[in-house]
């Protein structure tokens, strides 16, 4: 069983980004290039020749041109092969119960990010998170209630550049920048701040960020408002093998997972919603099910 990385501040960034920009720039000029020749060259031939009715289609010509990055471009996303990463978060334990830390399938470019209020697994691939894990208890969301949202949305310049999204990916897209630890957990200003990081963000269907998962969120909290000990939740994405993505390759998840877990009852159940607008809500579904779709193993061994 490999291990995940743990991030590090980088100072190297890398050409990706630069490089899709320019083979959009060159697809996009070349395709205005070939429009503007064979508009001229038509009318031209047809002042000359009335009758001349050309054999190609244009759409037909620009169907064999590189086309330029869209939103509806999809990005491979390698299907679990049944080997395991073991987790390590070596500076944040705290957020795992009993110290029993998750296992994943293996994938590329998954790192550790601690912050203070939470930790984050980092996929480089769908430049999301894989798993956001949290640690409340009633003392924490009393100090939360009335702390004011930051709304100051930012790149984590922990992650190496080709890895992470940033800021421009998600303009325009028409998806929300969705919290996995959500900003109304937050019980410090500092955590508040560190909450608005994109490594804690998918991109999520803004009708359901505002109506079914907010209510998910809020249920959570009550709950643990009520709780005689610590809740561990970890929430994440799922996607589909070949994810539509938003921006540079920012994977754009097909169902939103939420696993609850109360370390004194030893009770767990999972939130599993579509990220779609058409969602409502529904039951849990439980952690033995949870762990046959993903394959992750988050809790500790008595939870299988």
């Not at 994810?243 to 609850?260: D, E, L, Q, R």
């Not at 969602?279 to 949870?290: L, M, Q, S």
């Amino acid at each position: 069983m490999t291990r995940a990385k743990k991030a590090a501040p980088r100072t190297r960034s890398s050409s990706a980004r630069t490089q899709s920009k320019s083979v959009n720039r060159i697809g996009r000029s070349l395709r205005a290039l070939v429009i503007t020749a064979i508009t001229s060259f038509g009318a031209a031939t047809y002042l000359l020749n009335p009758h001349w009715r050309p054999q190609f289609s244009l759409d037909q010509i620009l169907s064999y041109l590189p086309r330029p990055a869209s939103q509806e471009q999809t990005a491979p996303i390698a299907k679990p092969t049944g080997a395991m990463v073991q987790t390590t978060f070596v500076s944040c334990p705290q957020f795992f119960p009993d110290g029993k830390l998750p296992a994943v399938p293996a994938s590329q470019g998954l790192r550790e990010l601690c912050f203070s209020a939470f930790a984050v697994l980092h996929s480089g691939q769908t430049k999301t998170p894989v798993f956001v894990a949290e640690r409340l208890n009633r003392k924490t969301l009393s100090q939360a209630q009335g702390l004011q949202r930051t709304d100051k949305f930012y790149a984590d310049a922990r992650l190496p550049k080709a890895e992470r999204s940033d800021l421009d990916d998600y303009k325009g897209s028409g998806f929300s920048r969705g919290h996995m630890a959500p900003a109304g957990d937050m019980s410090t200003k500092e955590a508040m701040a560190q909450s608005f990081s994109l490594a804690n963000m998918v991109p999520q269907d803004q009708t359901h960020n505002a109506g079914p998962w907010s209510r998910i969120e809020q249920d959570t909290r009550k709950y643990v408002m009520h709780a005689a000990g610590d809740v561990y939740v970890f929430t994440g994405p799922v996607y589909a093998e070949k994810p539509k993505t938003i921006g540079f390759g920012v994977a754009i998840p097909s169902y939103i997972y939420k696993v609850v877990y109360d370390a004194t009852t030893g009770r767990s159940w999972v939130h599993w919603q579509a990220n779609a607008a058409s969602t409502k809500a529904g039951p849990p579904i439980d952690y033995a099910e949870f762990v046959r779709r993903t394959g992750m193993q988050l809790l500790p061994a008595s939870q299988h």
